[in-house]
């Protein structure tokens, strides 16, 4: 985040957002500075003397689609974050800001929204907190720029200038195409369906319709749509604050409390999300469910559903919580974090909901009662006339052992698996099975399931 004055500049990490802070000095002194003639040189001092009320805006009245019989939720986790009323009562006060939208172009070109009169005792990293809260809790409003000033002048003291990349009109038109997008995604859920129902057909809407934006992720620029749910839903090409925003907004949709987080995966800033299901907290990461590269993709989707914060840790490094941020101020007079900073987030502790734990096969022994077990679950995939079957194994059996075990001869036995493929064929009862194949789905120190297998079933 890049912004600069005469005498103050903050810079602050987000993940894949750029945000920046302009301090200035009062209208008539940037004039008078600037050589500016005498009629400016007095609009300047009428602007200083009697602030800025003549704002021309339009408000924006939107409203995103719901899906009957689940009652949407308006999940401000980030506003329940702040511990300072004085930030609190400047939260309420962009949070209404943000759907007025100047007429009028700024200088760098984008649209000024309502400016914000703020609270004298907010301190400039407090002021750029609660901005993030907004925009944390409204991913709706995809128009937002990261950049933004605070301005003074003698009546109103400082307030806050926020910056749409488009007009009100262009708002309301993509916002439209926004819904039209969504109503098809709410569609898919049947009625009085569980929460965990909701979430995966909102994650597997997200993974099968949205494609990874490389290029924008390359050249960070945060004002490109496929940062936010526009791009995501509408272009269908996103990063991953365009793939957790869409996942926050979707879920709050159907009733199901979710947020947004920040943090490092890879040497990389990234965001993903914290979702309750049935009374407990689970880590989502809808992007890594979405990062594997052509026909991984069937295998891989579901390997950040619902997990434990420990399964996390293993290629992840969450943010720490904003009320620790310190800014080092440097010789240039630049306050600066390179850190990544959240608001309040769960202990996410839970496996009930996680898919593997739901739907894979876990297996502690190497013997026929798990090739019965295994060709139990053939004969009922089958009769779904579904691909894939999960199998994890316990920690004490070693990937080496469990592959060899399913995938060779034993002596004059077939397999494992192929025991298990030839006594469902001849169960009779399912459609025939002509082959199956073995992936495994762990590949190194960081991959976050041992002993994970996908075998996928080709029917005749």
């Not at 898919?355 to 060709?375: G, N, Q, R």
């Not at 679950?377 to 399913?406: C, H, N, V």
Request: glycine share 6%.
């Amino acid at each position: 985040m890049k912004g600069k004055h005469k005498k103050i500049k903050i810079v602050a990490a987000a993940v894949c957002l750029s945000a920046a802070l302009t301090m200035t000095g009062c209208a008539t002194s940037d004039a008078i500075s600037a050589g500016k003639g005498f009629g400016e040189i007095m609009t300047a001092l009428k602007y200083d003397l009697f602030g800025s009320d003549d704002q021309d805006c339009t408000r924006l009245s939107l409203s995103l689609p719901v899906r009957e019989g689940f009652a949407p939720i308006g999940s401000k986790s980030a506003f329940a974050s702040l511990k300072d009323e004085s930030m609190k009562d400047a939260y309420r006060d962009i949070e209404d800001a943000i759907y007025q939208i100047s007429s009028v172009r700024a200088d760098n070109g984008c649209f000024e929204m309502k400016y914000v009169r703020l609270p004298s005792s907010l301190k400039f990293d407090e002021i750029y907190i609660v901005k993030e809260a907004v925009i944390a809790d409204h991913p709706e409003a995809f128009w937002i720029l990261g950049s933004y000033d605070v301005r003074n002048n003698f009546h109103d003291g400082n307030y806050l200038v926020l910056y749409s990349k488009y007009s009100a009109d262009e708002i309301k038109s993509m916002f439209e195409e926004l819904n039209q997008a969504i109503v098809p995604i709410l569609s898919r859920i049947p009625d009085q369906a569980d929460e965990l129902t909701r979430e995966t057909i909102v994650h597997d809407a997200l993974v099968d319709g949205v494609s990874y934006d490389f290029e924008a992720a390359e050249n960070d620029d945060s004002s490109h749509n496929a940062f936010n749910v526009y791009g995501a839903l509408v272009k269908n090409k996103a990063v991953c604050t365009g793939y957790a925003g869409a996942v926050k907004m979707l879920l709050n949709l159907v009733g199901i409390e979710c947020h947004t987080v920040v943090g490092m995966s890879k040497n990389s800033g990234h965001m993903w999300n914290q979702v309750r299901i049935d009374g407990e907290w689970y880590n989502l990461d809808v992007t890594w469910d979405d990062s594997a590269v052509d026909s991984d993709i069937l295998y891989s989707r579901y390997s950040y559903f619902n997990i434990t914060d420990d399964r996390l840790a293993i290629n992840h490094k969450t943010g720490e919580n904003y009320s620790k941020m310190e800014c080092e101020y440097t010789e240039d007079e630049v306050y600066v974090t390179t850190d990544l900073y959240n608001f309040d987030l769960e202990t996410c502790t839970a496996t009930r909901a996680n898919y593997y734990e739901m739907h894979a096969l876990h297996l502690s022994s190497l013997d026929d009662a798990s090739v019965d077990v295994i060709t139990q679950k053939f004969i009922s995939t089958a009769q779904e006339r579904e691909e894939l079957i999960y199998i994890i194994f316990d920690d004490s059996i070693s990937g080496e052992e469990a592959e060899t075990w399913m995938s060779k001869n034993q002596g004059n036995s077939y397999s494992a698996l192929g025991r298990s493929l030839s006594a469902a064929n001849k169960s009779g009862s399912t459609p025939r099975i002509k082959n199956c194949s073995l992936v495994r789905m762990s590949s190194g120190d960081d991959d976050i399931w041992n002993n994970l297998y996908a075998v996928r079933l080709i029917y005749a």
